[in-house]
Every structure is written in structure tokens, then in C-alpha cells.
């Protein structure tokens, strides 16, 4: 008979440290989520602290000096600068105004298909209602300078069909800024009516039946219920348009490049004027670190109310 072989004297070899660390439950999801933190602090942290470093120089692209050091001389540069004011005013009237009426219409809309689950063409109106936001917003706007154009322009021609005259909407310092806006209202109104029915799925179906079998009025059904269940999804929508707002620069770029004159310029052209244009990056850059910051302003204030909200409501 052949001898068996020794299997006692046999030992697996021991795993290593990184074997060791992957087969861990307690490190498998930092394992997991590492190459993500790698790419946040490679493309996103490290170009902000770069950033606000700048911000404190004195630097041009085109002088061929070396960045000089000035402190806050920057910021105190932007906060004497009227202009600069200005466009940041015309940037929150954009942003309130667009960002009031793309809620309340894609609140409406969103009512309207969530309660005609059996309307015939549902998904067909749909699937046309969200076209505007698959568009980028150069070519929407290249589509509306054509439409707004006061020659051959379909508008105007409907106008003058009408018995109106022609209206030059993008060439008239009083109509171009409210030409642009109903563009991005346009645009993303149908993320809004996206987000209010995200929000209409979340609310339980058995809320509902009972506030109906108790003939609960429909206002107070909408604001017991619906608001109350999705009111989170909401307020997550409304804030990233409202930083999407703050940030609009192509649209508006590409229909009238801030004109005519400055009734359209809003702080993203000021600051792509300074920093491309006339290439001084240590201004522009103070620009971009206080919009940085009006931005996380913002999304704190949001929190902040939801919490209050939620903790009144616990109360």
C-alpha cells in the first residue's frame, strides 16, 4: 500500500496584512469607499483650497509677473465694486424669480399627472415634458435666439399674426433679462414637476385611503400628508436649482453674452470676464470663493429649516 501523505505536518500559509484587512467586516467599507475620498480629494478639495490660496495674491496671466502676495486686498476690491453688486443683484432676482415659478409649476404639473395615473398618452406627455432638461443649455440657447429673433423669428411672427408689432426681446435692455429667465423656467421646470413626483411616491398609500375614507378635504390632505411626507424631496430640489441658478452662466452666454449692455450680465459672466478675458485670476477667484460661500449659506440655511420643521413637528 502507498503511504499517506503527512497532512499533519501541512500548514496553510497565514494571510497577509491586506488580506487580512479585506476579509475584516469592520474595514470592508472604508475599503469600499476609498477610491471615491481619493477622487473628492483629488478633483475636488485640492482645486478649492488652490482656490482660496489665490485668492490672496495678485496675479495676471498675461503680465508675466510671478502671483504677488496682498492679503485681502481682493475681497475689499469686489466689495467697492459696483458692478459687481449690481450683477449680483440681477443674479438673486434670476435666481428667486426662476426658481419661485419653476416650483410652483412643476408643483402644479406634478399634482396633475400623479392624480391621472390612467390619462391616455400619460407617458408620451411625459417623456415630451422632460425634453427641455435633456438639452444642454447652449443649444437651448442657440434654439431661442432663433425663436426670439425679431426678423424671422417664430415668436414674432406669431406676435405679428396676433396684430402685435415686433419685438426685438433680446436687443431691448428692458425685455432681454425676462427673454433669458423664461428660457431657464423653460428649462427646468420639468426637474421640478421630476422631484414633486419623487416626492408624491414617497407619501403611504394608507395615509391617503384613510384621509379619504374620512372625507378629508383635499388642501388639507395635501398639506397633512403630502407636504408633510415628501416636503425633504422638495426642499432637496428647490435647493439644487437654487445653486444651479447661482450658477448660470452658459444660457445666458450664448443668447445675448450679458447684454445689451449689462441687463444681463449675472455674477458666473462677470467672473468669466475677469478671469478669461482679462486674465486676472487672483480677483476673479476671491469672486468664485464668495460665491463658494453664499452657496454653503444657502444649503445651511435649508437644513436649518428642515430641522426646525422636524423638531416643531416632533415637539
Not at 432676482?93 to 419653476?102: D, E, M, N
Not at 435647493?239 to 450679458?258: A, F, H, N, P
Request: hydrophobic letters at 50%.
Amino acid at each position: 500500500m502507498a503511504a499517506k501523505p503527512d497532512t499533519a505536518a501541512w500548514r496553510p500559509p497565514r494571510a497577509g496584512i491586506v488580506s487580512q484587512i479585506v476579509n475584516d467586516r469592520r474595514y470592508l467599507p472604508t475599503l469600499l469607499i476609498m477610491p471615491v475620498l481619493i477622487f473628492f480629494l483629488i478633483w475636488n478639495t485640492v482645486p478649492v483650497l488652490w482656490l482660496m490660496g489665490l485668492s490672496f495674491y495678485k496675479y495676471s496671466l498675461i503680465s508675466g509677473m510671478p502671483p504677488s502676495f496682498h492679503g485681502l486686498s481682493n475681497y475689499l476690491d469686489i466689495f467697492r465694486d459696483r458692478s459687481v453688486w449690481i450683477s449680483l443683484s440681477r443674479t438673486f432676482l434670476f435666481v428667486i424669480v426662476g426658481v419661485s415659478i419653476q416650483t410652483l409649476l412643476g408643483l402644479l404639473l406634478g399634482l396633475l399627472f400623479w392624480g391621472s395615473t390612467h390619462m391616455p398618452g400619460r407617458r408620451v406627455a411625459l417623456t415630451m415634458l422632460f425634453t427641455p432638461m435633456v438639452l444642454t443649455p447652449v443649444a437651448s440657447g442657440t434654439f431661442f435666439r432663433l425663436i426670439y429673433n425679431p426678423v424671422f423669428g417664430v415668436l414674432n411672427a406669431m406676435l405679428g399674426g396676433l396684430g402685435f408689432g415686433h419685438i426685438d426681446f433680446l436687443g431691448n435692455p428692458h425685455t432681454a433679462f425676462w427673454a433669458v429667465l423664461g428660457v431657464d423656467i423653460w428649462m427646468w421646470t420639468p426637474f421640478m414637476v421630476l422631484m414633486t413626483l419623487a416626492a408624491l411616491g414617497s407619501v403611504p398609500k394608507a395615509e391617503l385611503e384613510a384621509a379619504e375614507i374620512d372625507r378629508l378635504p383635499w388642501t388639507q390632505r395635501l398639506r397633512l400628508i403630502v407636504l408633510h411626507h415628501g416636503k425633504f424631496i422638495l426642499m432637496l430640489g428647490i435647493l439644487l436649482r437654487t445653486i444651479e441658478s447661482m450658477k448660470t452662466m452658459d444660457l445666458v452666454y450664448q443668447m445675448t453674452q450679458g447684454g445689451p449692455g449689462s441687463s444681463t450680465e449675472l455674477v458666473a459672466i462677470s467672473l468669466y470676464r475677469r478671469a478669461f478675458e482679462s486674465f486676472s485670476m487672483g480677483w476673479s477667484s476671491a469672486l468664485a470663493v464668495i460665491m463658494l460661500l453664499i452657496s454653503i449659506a444657502l444649503t445651511s440655511a435649508f437644513i436649518f429649516v428642515l430641522h426646525q420643521r422636524d423638531q416643531g413637528r416632533g415637539g
